[in-house]
T-cell receptor, first 111, second 116 residues
Framework: SQQGEEDPQALSIQEGENATMNCSYK?????LQWYRQNSGRGLVHLIL?????REKHSGRLRVTLDTSKKSSSLLITASRAADTASYFC???????????FGKGTRLHILP | DTEVTQTPKHLVMGMTNKKSLKCEQH?????MYWYKQKAKKPPELMFV???????INESVPSRFSPECPNSSLLNLHLHALQPEDSALYLC???????????????FGPGTRLTVL
């Protein structure tokens, strides 16, 4: 299965600090995506990194991808209260059209 | 318009009822998805439609019946559900699926379903 596995499952940090979440997967991928979900609501696409890319930035987000280790990380810099949410990685296998979400990291930003 | 809409927001139904969930997008996307999400769990893929045809069925019980009347609409018909089917049902769309398509998905806010 190409399902991602996020680490840690839960993370609490002070506002202003950086938050790092990691994702590991098992199969070859076409791309890997990160999504955010606020409690009980729909998911929001954050960033997509292609298999031939190693790093990508979007605002306060930085994503890295290491295909040799089958892992990715999401860094949120200068965290804000509004960043409190669950974050899911979603590796997309290059064999089928499915995106299978990992279990997610629940991020809580403390005031 | 970059929005995926879902109706209703909340639905309570008995095990003998028949109801439908609706999803709509006007982004010209040709792939649409249904996911089921239980509390504190990731979304689980149920169905994928590509160009209005069912592309993927993740072995979903027949009491869930998807329908794609046109490229903008996706329905999920519900019949004889069980209490364990209570969950958040999410609809999503993407430009397409297949090789060379990067498949960023846009999600609706979901329908919170409770089966009594």
């Amino acid at each position: 299965s190409q399902q991602g596995e996020e680490d840690p499952q839960a993370l609490s940090i002070q506002e202003g600090e950086n938050a790092t979440m990691n994702c590991s997967y098992k199969t070859s991928i076409n791309n890997l995506q990160w999504y955010r979900q606020n409690s009980g609501r729909g998911l929001v696409h954050l960033i997509l990194i292609r298999s031939n890319e190693r790093e990508k930035h979007s605002g306060r987000l930085r994503v890295t991808l290491d295909t040799s280790k089958k892992s990715s990380s999401l860094l949120i810099t200068a965290s804000r209260a509004a960043d409190t949410a669950s974050y899911f990685c979603a590796p997309r296998s290059n064999r089928d059209d499915k995106i299978i979400f990992g279990k997610g990291t629940r991020l809580h930003i403390l005031p | 318009d970059t929005e995926v809409t879902q109706t209703p927001k909340h639905l309570v139904m008995g095990m003998t009822n028949k109801k439908s969930l609706k999803c709509e997008q006007h982004m010209g996307h040709r792939a649409m998805y249904w996911y089921k999400q239980k509390a504190k769990k990731p979304p689980e893929l149920m169905f994928v439609y590509s160009y209005e045809k069912l592309s993927i069925n993740e072995s979903v019980p027949s009491r869930f019946s998807p329908e794609c009347p046109n490229s903008s609409l996706l329905n999920l018909h519900l019949h004889a559900l069980q209490p364990e089917d209570s969950a958040l049902y999410l609809c999503a769309s993407s430009q397409g699926i297949g090789a060379g398509v990067y498949n960023e998905q846009f999600f609706g806010p979901g329908t919170r379903l409770t089966v009594l």
